[in-house]
């Protein structure tokens, strides 16, 4: 069985995650796209494939940091919608000890 806490912990997890990724994720973005013009600017073949490794780097770099937010943010809502259910219940219960209360 998952509890809040662990929920939390995992969301927590993937938010320290995309705030990492996001940061450490583009570290060879601007270099590998200098390089790659300058290879295609200078008739090499290797630049358009360069540039193609940049996009497509990218593109996954975009893909996790959209998985990590939507972790964070389902386990956030998980959280606070399991509470909510909690709050019910127990006022749901609080509410038939006290009609039993009338039986006795």
């Given at each position: 069985m998952v509890n809040r806490d662990d929920l939390g912990a995992v969301g927590h997890e993937a938010f320290l995650l995309h705030g990492r990724l996001s940061k450490d994720g583009h570290?060879?973005?601007?270099?590998?796209?200098?390089?790659?013009?300058?290879?295609?600017?200078?008739?090499?073949?290797?630049?358009?494939?360069?540039?193609?490794?940049?996009?497509?780097?990218?593109?996954q770099v975009r893909t996790l940091l959209d998985a990590c937010a939507r972790i964070s943010d389902h386990l956030d809502y998980s959280?606070?919608?399991?509470?909510?259910?909690?709050?019910?219940?127990?006022?749901?219960?609080?509410?038939?000890?006290?009609?039993?209360?009338?039986?006795?």
């Open positions: 570290h060879a973005r601007p270099a590998t796209f200098t390089a790659a013009n300058a290879l295609t600017h200078a008739n090499f073949t290797s630049g358009a494939q360069l540039m193609s490794v940049h996009d497509r780097w990218n593109s959280v606070s919608a399991h509470a909510n259910d909690d709050a019910d219940i127990g006022g749901d219960l609080l509410s038939v000890s006290k009609i039993d209360g009338y039986f006795t």
